[in-house]
Nanobody
Framework: QVQLVESGGGLVQPGGSLRLSCAASGFTFSANAMKWYRQAPGKERELVAFIGSAAEITDYADSVKGRFTISRANDKRTVYLQMNSLKPEDTAVYYC?????????WGQGTQVTVSS
């Protein structure tokens, strides 16, 4: 079955960096676009970044453009989110997502807290 497992979250000071990873299994990873979402307390889940199946296209929410970079390693079945210049408003649970055969799949999430 499809599994998405995020890692790499933690506590970081404003201006710091983190790299999130999402390890995928149970489907043809190289054929699927991948996304990162986040959800802050009391807010709706929002799309952060998107990457095409061959990394031919990427896109970002305006709030993270120029600070976050999404990438993937198809040989490792892993998608990454490099987050630089982190701000307190980036605090959220970050989720990996894909869609396959008309079904949505989510990871369990990883907490990112930006605080001094």
């Amino acid at each position: 079955q499809v599994q998405l497992v995020e890692s790499g979250g933690g506590l970081v000071q404003p201006g710091g960096s983190l790299r999130l990873s999402c390890a995928a299994s149970g489907f043809t990873f190289s054929a699927n676009a991948m996304k990162w979402y986040r959800q802050a307390p009391g807010k709706e889940r929002e799309l952060v970044a998107f990457i095409g199946s061959a990394a031919e296209i990427t896109d970002y929410a305006d709030s993270v453009k120029g600070r976050f970079t999404i990438s993937r390693a198809n040989d490792k079945r892993t998608v990454y989110l490099q987050m630089n210049s982190l701000k307190p408003e980036d605090t959220a649970v970050y989720y990996c997502y894909t869609r396959r055969r008309f079904r949505d799949y989510w990871g369990q999430g990883t907490q990112v807290t930006v605080s001094s």
